[in-house]
């Protein structure tokens, strides 16, 4: 399997709360990515990153950012999380534009 | 822009019969295809992939799928379901030639009956 450790697994938070989730990776991979998980709607892509400090938006990218200040972690920011945000976030990671390899899901809900 | 449709949000088979999961795609050049399985509560896992080589794709635990391009389409077919099988399966597309992002399908649910 590839190194992708994703961190925490299961959060509960407030509304109005700032949350970090961090995607940690082994395998020197240029490609990361943050994708959450909805019924219905499949898996969306949140924000991605191209290489260090290079970073760009998805189709679902409102309340979120990110940062990439080195090659093997992505974070994802809630600023002030909402219970529309209340998911299953995925982090993947891929070396080129072929497949890519995900974590194991962060379980997060918002009350 | 580059899309992806999964024609069934469910699939339901017996045990020892065919499985058929639809796809279709929409893309302005050339795409890479992906079949993802979900087991519940596990992350994904890549079944098989088409990048440009032979259209008919083998992959693992005796799935296959067929690019074809007149029909936009990326089915995904195994001879025989298995209860081991029953889990969620996305269909992915490349969305960019540059950027890597993956372009998911809204997924179709395999149910197997024993």
């Known amino acids: 399997d590839a190194g992708i450790t994703q961190s925490p697994r299961h959060k509960v938070t407030e509304t109005g709360t700032p949350v970090t989730l961090r995607c940690h990776q082994t395998e020197n991979h240029r490609y990361m990515y943050w994708y959450r998980q909805d019924p219905g709607h499949g898996l969306r892509l949140i924000h991605y990153s191209y290489g260090v400090k290079d970073t760009d938006k998805g189709e679902v990218s409102d309340g979120y950012s990110v940062s990439r200040s080195k090659t093997e972690d992505f974070l994802l920011t809630l600023e002030s999380a909402t219970s529309s945000q209340t998911s299953v976030y995925f982090c993947a990671i891929s070396d080129s534009y072929t497949e890519a390899f995900f974590g194991q899901g962060t379980r997060l809900t918002v009350v | 822009a580059q899309s992806v449709t999964q024609l069934d949000s469910h699939v339901s088979v017996s045990e020892g019969t065919p499985v058929l999961l639809r796809c279709n795609y929409s893309?302005?050049?050339?795409?890479?295809l992906f079949w993802y399985v979900q087991h519940p509560n596990k992350g994904l896992q890549l079944l098989l992939k088409y990048t440009s080589a032979a259209t008919l794709v083998k992959g693992i635990n005796g799935f296959e799928a067929e690019f074809k391009k007149s029909e936009t389409s990326f089915h995904l077919t195994k001879p025989s379901a298995h209860m081991s099988d029953a889990a969620e399966y996305f269909c992915v597309v490349s969305g960019s030639s540059n950027t890597g992002k993956l372009i998911f399908g809204q997924g179709t649910t395999l149910q197997v009956k024993p």
């Open positions: 893309s302005s050049y050339s795409p890479s």
